[in-house]
């Protein structure tokens, strides 16, 4: 199955609709099935987070968004955004808003 670049807006209004009610580690779907875009000050608070520069962060961990101009989204590993791992997110506290 292929990831899809889906609109944000609704998914942050039934994410915080429901986000009380949900054990996000029990599938992580939201990690598997979205791509994940990235801004300039995600990409900042990512790099902080991780120790490490910007341009790191954009040349390890995002790839060119193909819908949206001069975008960037973070990258897929094994259908899963890069940072997932056991359901978890790996950067949880510095992840894109």
């Not at 609109?7 to 429901?18: D, G, S, T």
């Not at 599938?27 to 994940?36: E, G, H, I, S």
């Amino acid at each position: 199955m292929r990831s899809k670049h889906l609109p944000e807006e609704p998914f942050h209004i039934l994410a915080a609709e429901v986000s009380k009610e949900i054990d996000c580690t029990t599938c992580a779907n939201c990690c598997r099935m979205t791509l994940v875009s990235v801004t300039s000050e995600d990409v900042k608070r990512i790099a902080g987070f991780l120790e490490c520069s910007s341009d790191e962060v954009i040349q390890r961990y995002t790839s060119m968004d193909l819908e949206v101009t001069g975008g960037r989204i973070l990258r897929q590993v094994d259908g899963a955004c890069i940072f997932l791992r056991e359901n978890r997110c790996t950067i949880y506290e510095a992840r894109p808003k």
